[in-house]
Structures are given as C-alpha cells and as structure tokens.
C-alpha cells in the first residue's frame, strides 16, 4: 500500500483559466505522429481507384496486366473483394453510406465511386499500378444538374422533422407592413482537413486493429464490427492524433478497402486517400437553394416566417443539409413554416460539415433579417431585440439560458456598432468602399452518453481513459483541466488518453457534442474517484479504477431547447475597380456555456469565423454538368482562406450559466461559422449598396454591382 | 527492404538535419515519402501532394520549399533541414516556442511546414528581400517594418483550414521580437566585451 497525497493539495480553478496544449511539444517538433505516420513491419500500401462516368455499370476491370507490375500484391475489386453487412443502424442512429461499403457490385453511381483497390509493396508502385489499371463501363446519361426549381424535391425526416408549420402564412403575409421574398444559394463545399484520410489495418493474434485517422475511434469500430459481422470485442480501432476532420472522417472507404486487403493478405495495408480522391470520397456540404419570406409590422416584429432550404444527395444514400432548422431556435413568428427538401442526382453522397445546417441556413436567414431590417428602417440589432423569443418558437420549450442580447450588447460596444451610419455605399477609401455588418449565431448544445475510466495511481498521478478524439479542437487539454479539477489536483498530475476504441463507448467529436459529452463522464468518474480516496484507505500498486457511464444522466435531462449563441461583426472592404472583397475585421462574441480553455476556445471561434470568411468569399466546388465530375478538385481549383485573406479576428464571451446543468458546457465548435458569412455579406451590402444573396461572393459577381449595373 | 540499385533504383546520401542517411530509393520517391516513408523522419506532412498547401515544406539549402516537389534523387548534396531539425536538444526553436505559447495551430498537422516557413521568412525578411506587399522594394531600402501584413503575405504558401491563422501570424511576429532582441542583447554584450 502507498499512501496517496490527495486531498493534501487540492486545487481547483483548472477549467476557465488559459492552459497550452498538453501535446503542444509534440505538435511543434513533429514528434506527433498522425494515422499514415505509425510504422508496421511488413506494410503494404493500397491506392484506390475511382470511377471516370458518373453512371452505369462496370463491364471489366483488366486487372491481369496489373498484378504482373513490379510489386503488385493484389487488385479487388467488385468480382473478387469480400462481401461486407450494409443492413444496420450505426452509432449516429443511421444507416451506413453504402459509398464506404466497397466493390459490392458493379453499378456506379457517381464519377469518383471506388471501383478497386490495389496493393503494393511501395506507393510508388501501388500508384503506378492504380493509374495502370483499365476499367471499361457501360455509360448510362447522368443528372448532376441541382436547382430551386427541381420537381423532384421531396421532404425528407432525419435528426430532425423536415417540416415545421404553426399559423396561417398567407394570411400574416398579406397583414404585414413590410414583405421579404428572396432566394439564396451557397455552393458545394469540402471539408478538406489538412490531413488527408488515413487508415492502416492489420489482424493481431484474432484482433482486427485499425491506425485511423477519425473523429470517434467508438464509431468507427462499431460500423467495422458490424460491416464485417465480427464480435464488436474482437476491433479495436485507434486515433491518436487527428489532423482535422469538421464532419468527414467518420467510417469512410478507405478503411473497409484497408480491412479487406489486410484480411486477404494477411499483412498490415495502409490506404490514404490523395487529395483529390478526397473531393468525391470524403463527403462534402451539399449545395442549398432557399427561399425565405419575412412579414414584419412597421416596427420590425416578425408576423410571418417562411424558410425552405432545398439541398442534394447521392442517389446509393440519402443525407440532407437542414438549412431550415436554424429558424426554429432563432426567431418567433404568428405564422412560422421550415421546410428541408432533398433532390437525389448522380453525384457523391454529402455528410455532415461544420455547423451542417446552420452554417448556409444563417447565411440566409441573418442574411433576410439585414434585409428586413433595412426595408423597415430600423437597426439590424434592434430588429433582432424586437424579435428575441421567450421560448423555442416551434417545440414551446423553455431555453436552457439565451444570452444572444447580451452578445449583441457586449458585441456592438467593442466594434463601435453605435456610430455606424446605417446608410450603404457612403464610406470611401480610395478605390475601397467600407462596410460593416452583423449577425446572429446558435448553434445546438448536446449531449451524448460516454463512459470514462479515471485511475488513481500508486504514485499519486492519475490516469484518464476516454475513447474521445482531438481533431484539433483542444480536447485532450479540456479534458485533463476538467479532470483536475473533478479530482481538485493541478492539471500536472493527469495524464489524459484518448483516441482508442478499447476504452469503452464514447460520443464523436461532432455537432458540437464532444468535450460536453466526454467531460461528463470525465467529471462522474472523477468524482466519485475523489469521494473514494477522501475515504483515505490508500492506493494499492495497481491503482484504484472508477469508471462511470452518463447514459441514465442524459437520459434524465430535463426537455429544454439548449443552444449556445452569439453576436457576428464583420467590416469590409470592397475594391471597386476589381470587385475583391476583403475582410478587414471581425468579433464574435458568444454565450457558450462554462468556457474550459480560454486559449484554446478562442483559436477554435475564430477557427469557425476564418471558415465564415472562406465560406463568403472563396469556397466552391464547381461540378461540370457534362462530365458529372469536379472542375479542380483540388487546393488550387477549390479555395480555402489563406493567411492573406485573414485579418485580425476577435472573439470572445459573455457568462452563460445555467445552474441546471451537470456540466455548464456548450459546443464551440460549429458556433464560431454560423452567421459569420452573413455578416460579412451584410457588410458587403452596407459597402456597396448591393445585396449579395449567392455564396461565395466573387469579384465578377461584386463587379456589376460596384460599378452600378443590375446584380447579376 | 531497400532494393538494389538498378535502373529505377538508385543508392543517394541524403543530407539531413545535420546527419547523413544513405539510402537507396526508387526514383519516382519524392523527398517528401523518402523522408516519411523510408527515413521515419513523419515530422514533414503530406497535405495535398501537389505543392499547394505547404504542409511539407523544408528548408533546402536555407530556402524553403515543398518537398512533395522535389525528387529525393535531386536532393543529394543539399542542405536539409526539417521540423525535427529546428529544435537545439530540448531548447525549442523561437518559432516552435512562440507557436506553443501563443496556440499557434489547432489539430497540427499544417504546424511543421508553418514552422519551416516562418523560420525562412524571418531570414528572408532580415535579408532585406521584399514581399508583393513590401512599399518600398528598392534594394537599399533595407528590411521593411515586418508588419502583420507582411507576415500574412509571406505565409500564405501555408494552408490551415482549422483556421489557426490569427494566432500563428501572432506567433510569428513574437518569434520575430525575441530574435531581434536576442539580436540586440548578442550586440549589447559584444560591445560590452569589446569595451572591456
């Protein structure tokens, strides 16, 4: 028995105050090893092979030409590759994109399918096999062609009912002083993680073992588990080190090609996806097409709000971006309808990407509310004040804490919003004309159940275990700041493991769910771990193991529309004479709940509100209608904000408690984008006087406008 | 394994951070995979393999570049240098230092060619070369002011979609004042001694 010095230290205060990243050295040496970077004796190297139609059928694959190239080990394909389960209901409460279900069969349903994998002893000559490889195909006509207009939209049920409606629109719309009826778009977009997908699969001793790069090591062995029919015990999947991920890595193709090679081969194999194999594998935010209609009385106050967003997917799986979800929480009216529509074309399946739904919904929704504002002669802010709901405007719940007013207050001080002249196109610099706009934000704060493990261990230190993943986000410090204080030690005596499906379920790192999710399960274990070695009995050499599971908690939590919000600012500069847009500053502040690392939670807002400048001026992934593929599907033909196009953003935050709550966290991860592209859009209008309703905002769309021609 | 040499395999000594590596590598290996693949040197990313992220950027010969755009054939006999190279033992570089200190990253996987590049720029800058948002770009007009524009133009080569880009440009420009007052302090105490 040792005798542990807890209790003779106790400390709190961990969580709220700025703390480096406890892998930061690793990070900034290098030292960090990502999924692709682990080595394995014996390792193969897989490249994949995509489809060049975008439908029909596979009439051959001429691999025998292929398998005779230097070091090729295998080619799978469609004829030969191992039959995987597509019929289950994976973590998420969803069935799998058949896209990561690999060579079933010999349709092609979009250019970039995977039609075959082939495996080398190098990636030189896995590559040069790849690109050697000849596959003929049936060629069947194609619809890529996505519009407002499409007859084929249906309504379609997912994490959320595609249709709200309470009162009579027409009717309101007809009683309203001031009307709004506009249309805005905003293109495909790409998550694009600077790491590119990675995954390297091996058996071990009847274990199948998975090196992946992902946002949640639980999910994807669970989706493993069940595509290959092994017991869930026998996977274990690990992800240490995640190089970015906003909604793409979650069970993808590039992993099951990886299982089947190393089963048939007997041998590791490592598949990474190329960059531009990423643009038609990986997932992406679908385009959306929305209308929304406002009727206001002359003061502002919303009678009616209509918000339809219409958005695509694959014709093998159906996923639909709920752009009309963000009026739900956002803004009350006498007669309110949302609507998310769907259209299936041949194009590949789109997922879940940063703030998915509210992202292009606030582009549009904050976008008509400057409108609205303008039409009715009234601040923007004010109209919002006017506005603020009392309860969730269609489920009639009860906010768990609303704090938008005093972001826009706290907001509208810092950026000098009082001596704004609401007049557009009066402010001139040069060839430059000045603007400034502003914005709403929220985003849902959720919960998902996780277990942790925390041990107290014989020397005093303690050891956290959570299936949770850091893609960047800060996590693995969040939690070791949560843990200490939970345990009332400093943070030097934890050490916080993450990024292994063998530490039991856990949430992803997604919908902004993780850090509140995991730290409820860190601070259940903790706790109880504290209650225990207060008892004073000592720690034995094998240390003392409490583990919990937050499922009966969450379970039990009252029914609340529980979202976190904030105030978007944004000035702009746009050139007249080219039509470039720049951005010269931004603030964001946010009501998010107990904030744990102020150091890291800022990056990550003004992470979110640099992906609202990429997303108002530079993202689009343009699909050529004859071919059905991607024109650039690359960083060079698709654009995501560099150093130049940033300038000094700030964020920060205003109290959100809500004594209620177990935790007090909310999500950061997604609020920081919602709202930002309409603000800087808003701004764009109060510089030139011209609406711009269509994403991203490009000089030849800025050009007819600045130079006083009808917007294009 | 490595192969024998033959026509598509060749046996090179790569210069390395100061190290010498002898290796033999297919022809096709860019210095990128050669360091990743075959010298377990993972420090320099693969982002996009097309030199348009800078995730893999080194110093050659003091100059950055992608290595995902050399061939590992034709670096022989130059001066590398890697994320793994910048650090004196357990002292961290400025650069690194400033990046750790000021969350100069999030997920850190751009980090390493940041690093790489910001350590080029910094000596670009002090050499007096000018940038596409340099005023002044006359030859004797010297270092301009190395402001956060200039920081922000001369890091561009260097996509981070986890949008870090804020306080990296801060860290930079932290890396910079402790170089120029460690500068300062060597030239204080220089003329110190020479007074003594």
């Known amino acids: 028995m040792t005798t542990v010095t807890t209790g003779t230290t106790t400390a709190k205060g961990s969580v709220g105050t700025a703390h480096t990243r406890v892998e930061g050295r690793d990070k900034v040496t290098g030292a960090a090893r990502y999924a692709g970077e682990i080595p394995f004796a014996e390792l193969a190297h897989g490249w994949l092979v995509l489809s060049t139609v975008a439908r029909g059928r596979i009439s051959s694959v001429q691999d025998a030409s292929v398998l005779g190239m230097p070091g090729v080990l295998a080619v799978l394909h469609h004829r030969n590759a191992p039959p995987v389960e597509t019929d289950y209901i994976g973590l998420l409460g969803v069935r799998p994109d058949p896209t990561a279900a690999v060579f079933q069969h010999d349709r092609v349903p979009h250019v970039g399918w995977p039609v075959a994998l082939v495996v080398a002893e190098t990636s030189e000559q896995a590559r040069e096999a790849a690109e050697a490889l000849v596959v003929h195909y049936e060629e069947e006509p194609h619809d890529v062609a996505f519009s407002g207009s499409r007859a084929d939209a249906y309504p379609l049920d997912a994490h959320m009912p595609a249709v709200s409606e309470k009162g009579d629109l027409e009717s309101e719309l007809a009683a309203s002083a001031v009307v709004l009826d506009a249309e805005y778009t905003t293109p495909e977009e790409h998550h694009s993680p600077m790491e590119p997908h990675a995954a390297t699969a091996f058996w071990d001793g009847g274990r199948l073992e998975v090196v992946d790069s992902n946002q949640g090591t639980t999910w994807v062995a669970g989706e493993l588990a069940k595509m290959f029919s092994l017991d869930p015990a026998s996977v274990r999947v690990r992800s240490e080190h995640v190089g970015g991920g906003f909604g793409s890595k979650g069970l993808r193709a590039h992993q099951v090609a990886a299982v089947m090679a190393a089963t048939i081969l007997q041998r590791p194999v490592r598949v990474i996806m190329t960059r531009r194999q990423m643009f038609s594998l990986a997932g992406y935010r679908s385009p959306t097409t929305q209308r929304i209609r406002l009727g206001a009385d002359a003061d502002g106050r919303l009678r009616a709000l209509e918000h339809h967003c219409l958005s695509l997917t694959s014709t093998v799986h159906e996923f639909i971006e709920p752009g009309a979800g963000v009026a739900r929480a956002m803004y009350d009216a006498d007669a309110h309808h949302t609507a998310n529509r769907l259209v299936r074309l041949d194009v590949p399946t789109p997922t879940w990407m940063r703030a998915p739904g509210e992202a292009p919904g606030s582009f549009a929704l904050e976008s008509a509310l400057d409108e609205l504002a303008e039409k009715c002669g009234i601040d923007p802010i004010a109209l919002r004040v006017r506005n603020e709901p009392e309860r969730g405007p269609v489920s009639g719940l009860p906010f768990s804490s609303r704090n938008l007013l005093a972001c826009f207050r706290e907001g509208a001080h810092r950026f000098g919003w009082a001596d704004r002249d609401p007049r557009p196109g009066l402010r001139r610099e040069g060839r430059w004309l000045l603007g400034t706009g502003t914005a709403a934000a929220s985003f849902p704060a959720g919960a998902a159940p996780s277990t942790a493990v925390v041990t107290a261990e014989a020397d005093g230190s303690f050891t956290v275990r959570i299936a949770a993943a850091d893609i960047g986000t800060g996590a693995r410090t969040a939690l070791t700041l949560v843990a200490a204080d939970a345990l009332e030690v400093t943070p030097d005596r934890v050490r916080v493991r993450i990024g292994d499906s063998d530490f039991g379920p856990a949430m992803i790192a997604g919908g902004s769910m993780g850090t509140r999710s995991w730290s409820w399960a860190v601070m259940t274990a903790a706790g109880e771990l504290r209650e225990r070695l207060a008892l004073g009995t000592g720690v034995p050499p094998e240390g003392i193991t409490v583990r919990s599971d937050t499922s009966a908690a969450i379970g039990a939590l009252a029914q609340k529309e529980r979202h976190a919000f904030g105030a978007q600012f944004a000035e702009v500069a746009v050139d007249v004479t080219t039509g470039e847009v720049r951005v010269r500053r931004m603030l964001g502040v946010f009501a998010a709940g107990r904030i744990v690392n102020p150091l890291t939670a800022r990056n990550q807002f003004i992470g979110g509100m640099t992906w609202g400048i990429s997303m108002a001026l530079h993202e689009e992934a343009v699909r050529d209608q004859s071919s059905g593929g991607h024109v650039g599907a690359d960083l060079a033909g698709y654009h995501v904000a560099t150093h130049a196009d940033v300038p000094l953003i700030e964020a920060d935050w205003v109290d959100d408690p809500d004594p209620e709550d177990p935790v007090g966290i909310k999500g950061i991860g997604e609020i920081g984008i919602v709202g930002a592209a309409a603000a800087i859009a808003n701004a764009v209008w109060h510089a030139t006087g011209v609406r711009h309703r269509s994403l991203p905002i490009r000089p030849d769309r800025v050009l007819p406008g600045a130079t006083g021609a009808p917007h294009a | ?196």
Not at chain 2, 80 to 99: C, D, N, Y
Not at chain 2, 105 to 128: F, K, M, R, W
């Open chain 2, 1 to 196: 394994m490595a192969p024998a040499p033959s026509s598509t395999y060749s046996a090179i000594t790569l210069n390395i951070n100061g190290e010498k590596y002898a290796l033999s590598v297919d022809h096709r290996t860019t210095l990128l995979d050669a360091l990743r693949e075959r010298l377990d040197l993972t420090g320099t990313k693969k982002g996009c393999d097309q030199g348009q992220c800078g995730a893999c950027t080194i110093l050659l010969d003091g100059r950055r570049a992608v290595s995902c755009l050399q061939l590992a054939v034709a670096a022989q006999g130059r001066e590398i240098t890697t994320i793994e190279g910048m650090a004196q033992g357990e002292r961290l570089h400025p650069v690194q230092q400033a990046f750790l200190d000021l969350d100069g990253y999030q997920c850190g996987y751009c980090t390493p060619g940041q690093i790489c590049s910001a350590v080029a720029v910094l000596e670009e800058h002090a050499a007096g070369w000018p940038s596409a948002v340099t005023d002044d770009v006359r030859p004797e007009a010297g270092p301009p002011p190395l402001t956060a524009e200039e920081i922000r133009e001369r890091m561009s080569g260097n996509l981070c979609r986890c949008g870090a880009y804020v306080s990296i440009v801060q860290a930079v420009a932290r890396a910079a004042a402790t170089d120029a007052t460690d500068a300062e302090t060597a030239e204080a105490e220089n003329t110190a001694e020479a007074v003594a």
